[in-house]
C-alpha cells in the first residue's frame, strides 16, 4: 500500500520560515494535499493539489511538490500556527494520510 | 453556512456495535463525495471509507472491510457510520468529511466514540 513519510517534529523561530516535507513514491503524478489540526479541533484544509490555498488560508501557506517530496512552507511563522500538519494523497478512491508533523514555534 | 454535524459521543463495550451520524447542510448533499475518517488518541489521521450519496456506492480501507457499514439518507442529507465487533483499540474520534476540491474541504466536529468494559 501507498505510503507518506513525514518528520515527526518540526521547529521554527517566530517570525521565520518553516518546511515540513512529506516524502512517497511516484509523487509527481499525485495532487498533495495539507492540514492543520489544533489540538481539540477538527483538522482543516490549507494546501490543497500541491499548492492551492483555500479561500481564508494566509498567502503565507504555500506548498510544492516535486520528485518524490512535497514540501508546506508557513512564512513569517506565528504563534497560532503552532499545530499538527498532515500531508494526504489518493491512492485510487482511498484516502492515505502522512503520520503527521508535529510544529513548535520558539 | 455549509456544514458537516456530527453526532454525540459514545461509549461501546467490546464487541458491540456504534453508529454515528453526521448531518450536512446548506449544500446539495448528492455533490460531494463523503469519508470517514479516524483518530486514536495521540495518533495521527486514518482513512477509513468513501461513501457516493447519489448511488450509495462505497469503498472501505481493507482493514474495515468486514466490520464497516457507511451508508447515507439522501431525504434528511445524513451520512452513517457503523462499526461492529468494536475492540479497545477503536477507542478514537471520528470524522465525516466531504471532497469538493480534491481534497477534504469540509469536516464534521468529530465523535468520540470510547470502547471500555
Known amino acids: 500500500s501507498y505510503e507518506l513519510t513525514q518528520p515527526l517534529s518540526v521547529s521554527v523561530a517566530l517570525g521565520q520560515t518553516a518546511s515540513i516535507t512529506c516524502g512517497g513514491n511516484n509523487f509527481g503524478r499525485k495532487n498533495v494535499h495539507w492540514y492543520q489540526q489544533k489540538p481539540g479541533q477538527a483538522p482543516v484544509l490549507v494546501i490543497f493539489?500541491?499548492?492551492n490555498r483555500p479561500s481564508g488560508i494566509p498567502e503565507r501557506f504555500s506548498g510544492s511538490n516535486s520528485g518524490n517530496t512535497a514540501t508546506l512552507t508557513i512564512s513569517r511563522a506565528q504563534a497560532g500556527d503552532e499545530a499538527d500538519y498532515y500531508c494526504q494523497v489518493w491512492d485510487g478512491s482511498s484516502g492515505i494520510f502522512g503520520g503527521g508533523t508535529k510544529l513548535t514555534v520558539l | 453556512q455549509v456544514q458537516l454535524v456530527q453526532s454525540g459521543a459514545e461509549v461501546k463495550k467490546p464487541g458491540a456495535s456504534v453508529k454515528v451520524s453526521c448531518k450536512a447542510s446548506e449544500y446539495t448533499f448528492t455533490s460531494y463525495y463523503l469519508h470517514w475518517v479516524r483518530q486514536a488518541p495521540g495518533q495521527g489521521l486514518e482513512w477509513m471509507g468513501v461513501i457516493n450519496p447519489r448511488g450509495g456506492n462505497t469503498i472501505y480501507a481493507q482493514k474495515f472491510q468486514d466490520r464497516l457499514t457507511v451508508t447515507r439518507d439522501t431525504s434528511t442529507t445524513t451520512l452513517y457510520m457503523e462499526m461492529s465487533s468494536l475492540r479497545y483499540e477503536d477507542t478514537a474520534v471520528y470524522y465525516c468529511a466531504g471532497v469538493m476540491s480534491d481534497a477534504f474541504d469540509l469536516w464534521g466536529q468529530g465523535t468520540m466514540v470510547t470502547v471500555s468494559s
Open positions: 493539489r500541491d499548492g
